[in-house]
């Protein structure tokens, strides 16, 4: 029993070591209440009043994109959602392309931005 209470620390301790990716994302259609997989995401940073793209991403079978790779520091960022593709909201969905803009001050934090969608609206949030 105490060999198994040591080891179950051990893996904590490791696991809570590892960085999180600093910025991730899902889309969910409430719709279905599935994950929207296979939609393309791209992440952008305003930099001196231009748009500069810092990753791309592919949503998964549950609908997220676990992160793209980047330390994000403060600043202005975009994350947009090309829907065109995305048969589960029709064949020409209402909003083909969703652009959602957020600010990072607190770089110390992981920000998970989710979309709802469904074939004639969205929403957006913060989490966790």
Known sequence: ?????????????TAGMAKA???STHVLNISTGQGGSGIPVTLDMQRDGDWTQ?????????GRVEGFGIDATSGLYRLTFDLSGYD???????FP????????????????????????????YLGN
């Open 1 to 13: 029993m105490l060999r198994i209470l040591f080891a179950t620390a051990a893996i904590a301790t």
């Open 21 to 23: 990716e600093d910025i």
């Open 54 to 62: 810092l990753g791309t991403g592919t949503t998964q079978d549950n």
């Open 88 to 94: 589960a909201l029709g064949d020409a969905p209402f």
């Open 97 to 124: 392309q969703i652009a959602v803009m957020f600010d990072i001050s607190d770089t110390d934090r992981h920000h998970h931005v989710p979309v709802l969608v469904s074939p004639y609206g969205y929403s957006t």
